[in-house]
């Protein structure tokens, strides 16, 4: 990954020194959120990719919005680069620091303002975790939709930023499905309100923008979330497969039924048996691939697409098919899927959790493809995804420790992108681009499409100081990067090779 040298010319440094910076903060924050010391910083040095560890030059950590609002406006008045970072659970490396800029950490700001249970709504700052708002309304018999399996540590403003989906985006939506109104600080230091309590607002749909936006635009400072009725019912089905292409295929089959499941998702052999022996959530080791598919709703909607879903599954060659027959079951069974990426890291020291999207059609011929490619790489490769939007999360598996094979799993990582984009998908589902596909960035995009990205940036932040290197490369780096063949679905050049 790394920056080339043309690409850093095209980032801003500041003249400023640190002393300065470090007394500027302590005029308007404690001592204790201040962070300057090298020992201090290390904690803040990685988000969930930690391939790429960076210490910032300073760490603050403001209690309320008015604080935000002040360290913005001292970062801009010294031209100062900043990054915002949640939990620090991301994993493209968007919260990965800036060594000659300040870290903004959010994770003080983690209050439930308001919550409306007549309006389905509720206000929360942005170091809420996502779970948190479930938990809190709850009483109400109200939940917050979007659930990442990281749901328990991730901060809802993180989710805002990645546009964070879960096991049921594919019936309720991403994260940009589910808010109502957003809060954030510009580079300036001035606060910005968009969106309504209503159902629809005039104008272009800057809230849209600001969802998904990795923190090049502004840093959020409250959120105004969508609740929905808790279901009367809920169950999961568990079918396994003795082929990935068959149960990929069977995919494509429920949603042509005319069935939106509440939750489909798909594991592989390789991820469902280390899952298992993780966490122990009853998953069949003997087969070469899992579907989970849940429905939801009243009693009786559940039993019909219950039923129904189980004869499509019987029909496109399931080789066995659990239904869960109480809560404890189907919280057990959806506890072994949140528990993949762990599971996986027991395997080996590291991993890669890619994340890329694909037209379901394609899903049989894309897992075969991957699974070639472990030869080619000589590495790995468990999949967990949600296969019912084709968001898929191929986890690659190295040992960083031992000779290139970080190297060749960046390579595998990135083929598998391009392949995305070469079936008509793109580089990202909810993970966002950070670092970690930013080169992917220059293959799914031609240079006038990267040109207008970095127009609408500058509208925000004409001197690119948020977030630098993140999420938009710059022109220099795509034409250094150089093998922009792939795009929208077409072979570009076919004759260079991809690799």
């Known amino acids: 990954m790394g920056h080339s040298e043309k690409d850093l010319q095209e980032y801003p440094i500041s003249s400023t020194d640190k002393k300065t910076l470090v007394k500027a903060f302590l005029a308007i924050l404690s001592e204790e959120s201040v962070k300057h010391e090298t020992e201090d910083l290390t904690p803040f040095e990685c988000d969930g990719l930690s391939a790429y560890p960076q210490i910032p030059m300073i760490a603050v950590l403001p209690e309320n919005e008015e604080q935000v609002c002040h360290v913005m406006k001292i970062c801009n008045d010294h031209k100062v680069p900043v990054v915002f970072r949640g939990a620090g659970t991301g994993l493209s490396g968007g919260a990965i620091p800036y060594d000659q800029g300040v870290l903004l950490v959010l994770t003080k700001l983690k209050s439930i303002v308001q919550i409306d249970p007549l309006g389905r709504s509720a206000v929360v700052q942005p170091g809420v975790r996502n779970a948190a708002i479930s938990e809190a309304t709850k009483p109400y018999q109200l939940y917050y939709a979007p659930d990442p399996s990281s749901q328990i540590a991730c901060s809802i403003g993180g989710n805002v930023a990645e546009n964070s989906g879960g096991v049921h985006c594919l019936k309720y939506g991403l994260t940009v499905n589910n808010i109502l109104k957003v809060r954030f600080v510009t580079i300036e230091g001035e606060i910005v309100e968009l969106g309504s309590e209503g159902l629809d607002t005039p104008g272009y749909d800057l809230l849209a923008l600001i969802t998904g936006s990795e923190g090049l635009l502004g840093v959020v400072t409250e959120v105004t979330v969508k609740l929905l009725p808790t279901p009367e019912k809920a169950q999961v089905i568990m079918a396994s497969f003795d082929d990935v292409e068959k149960a990929g295929l069977a995919v494509a089959d429920i949603i042509a039924a005319g069935i939106i499941p509440a939750g489909l998702e798909m594991m592989d052999k390789k991820a469902v048996n280390a899952v298992e022996q993780f966490i122990g959530a009853g998953y069949p080791m003997g087969a070469e691939a899992m579907l989970l598919c849940e429905s939801d709703g009243s009693s009786e909607e559940v039993e019909s697409e219950i039923a129904k879903t ?49 037209p379901r059609k394609t899903l049989p011929r894309v897992l075969k493809r991957i699974a070639e490619m472990e030869k080619e790489f000589q590495l790995q490769c468990a999949n967990v995804f949600h296969a019912g939007d084709g968001n898929l999360h191929p986890l690659i598996m190295f040992d960083a420790n031992e000779g290139d094979q970080l190297h060749r799993a960046e390579l595998y990582g990135a083929a598998i992108l391009e392949l995305c984009v070469e079936v008509g998908g793109t580089i990202t589902g909810e993970h966002g681009v950070g670092i970690e596909k930013i080169n992917q960035m220059c293959v799914q995009f031609d240079n006038h499409e990267i040109q207008t990205f970095l127009d609408l940036k500058s509208a925000f932040d004409p001197d690119r100081r948020l977030n630098p290197g993140k999420a938009i490369p710059t022109l220099n780096r795509c034409a250094e990067f150089g093998h922009m063949h792939v795009h929208r679905g077409e072979e570009r050049f076919p004759d260079i090779p991809r690799f």
């Open 310 to 358: 189980s004869e499509v599954l019987t029909k496109a060659g399931a080789t066995e098919i659990t239904v869960s027959t109480d809560e404890a079951q189907r919280l057990k069974l959806w506890a072994g899927r949140k528990s993949a990426f762990p599971a996986v890291g027991r395997v080996l020291p590291d991993y890669f959790c890619m994340d890329g999207t694909i």
